[in-house]
């Protein structure tokens, strides 16, 4: 605020542009819209692809290259915008959940591998990992009692989550996990962009008449939500008939199963966004489609 009283800036003509970098920037971007000061998070390697060949590597070096990179896109960069209080508890509730989670299956996995080499229940080793794999479930039970109570506290997205529920392979996790990335579905214009940033959304690979690559997905993607989603399309072809059919069907004929459940992470996803955008709960039409 200094430097910008010094050169006769005003707070409003200021654009800020930096890397995507968690809760290192937590407190700086909240000072930032406090003081009404647009600020813009951009992915580190598209700033890295944009310089062409580059030699050296400095801070002072980094932000010069960043203040670049956003003279230069400054048309097409979106200023983040302020994030309800409950998302962003809610953000940081599910990461701690997810941490935890992950803990406890490291610790389930190591169990296993002490019992195949033959340690007793009793053992101390067993005993130490089954009272912190209890303790671990303890605070995820409660993670999540905090979840829902926010969740309860707020109509838009306890709403949100109902209608994304009633499809069959969304649960309260999935359900939770794409409000927040979605910001309750306000970050994304349309289910196609949501789906590139999951990394499910398939991309052409050819060049004139000789290369003929396959269709695929992008390794840029949000790990997280990719893999909810692809636990979502894998219950949903258990128990929906349409997808059931539509995998069986396509498999049947040769098709790649990945790719067909990709797919399905897709038709999942594009039904996510229609039930928010009509406000009504997701209806099974298998038969009139039939």
Aim: net charge positive; glycine share 4%; charged share 25%.
């Amino acid at each position: 605020m200094k430097w910008i009283k010094q050169h006769n800036i005003t707070a409003s003509e200021v654009m800020i542009v930096m890397e995507h970098t968690g809760l290192y920037s937590y407190c700086f971007e909240h000072f930032l819209h406090e003081h009404h000061i647009a600020f813009c998070k951009v992915n580190p390697y598209a700033v890295k692809r944009s310089m062409g060949l580059v030699r050296g590597k400095s801070d002072k070096i980094d932000a010069r290259r960043l203040a670049n990179y956003g003279f230069k896109e400054r048309q097409t960069l979106t200023i983040e915008p302020v994030a309800g209080k409950e998302l962003q508890r809610l953000q940081l509730l599910f990461t701690t959940r997810e941490r935890l989670v992950k803990h406890k299956a490291a610790l389930l996995n190591a169990v296993s591998e002490y019992r195949n080499i033959g340690l007793a229940a009793s053992d101390l080793i067993m005993t130490t990992h089954t009272r912190v794999i209890k303790s671990f479930e303890k605070e995820i039970e409660r993670l999540q009692g905090e979840m829902d109570a926010i969740v309860q506290g707020n109509p838009s997205i306890k709403q949100n989550q109902c209608l994304l529920q009633s499809i069959k392979g969304v649960g309260k996790v999935l359900s939770i996990a794409t409000i927040i990335k979605t910001r309750n579905f306000t970050r994304f214009q349309n289910a196609r962009k949501f789906a590139c940033f999951c990394g499910t959304a398939p991309f052409e690979h050819t060049s004139g008449s000789s290369i003929r690559g396959k269709t695929k997905v992008s390794q840029l993607a949000d790990k997280t939500m990719k893999t909810l989603l692809d636990l979502s399309a894998k219950s949903a072809i258990q128990y929906d008939k349409e997808l059931k059919d539509y995998y069986l069907r396509r498999t049947e004929s040769g098709k790649s199963k990945m790719s067909t459940i990709n797919i399905v992470r897709n038709k999942i996803l594009y039904r996510m966004f229609a039930v928010v955008k009509r406000q009504t709960p997701y209806v099974e039409n298998y038969l009139q489609t039939a």
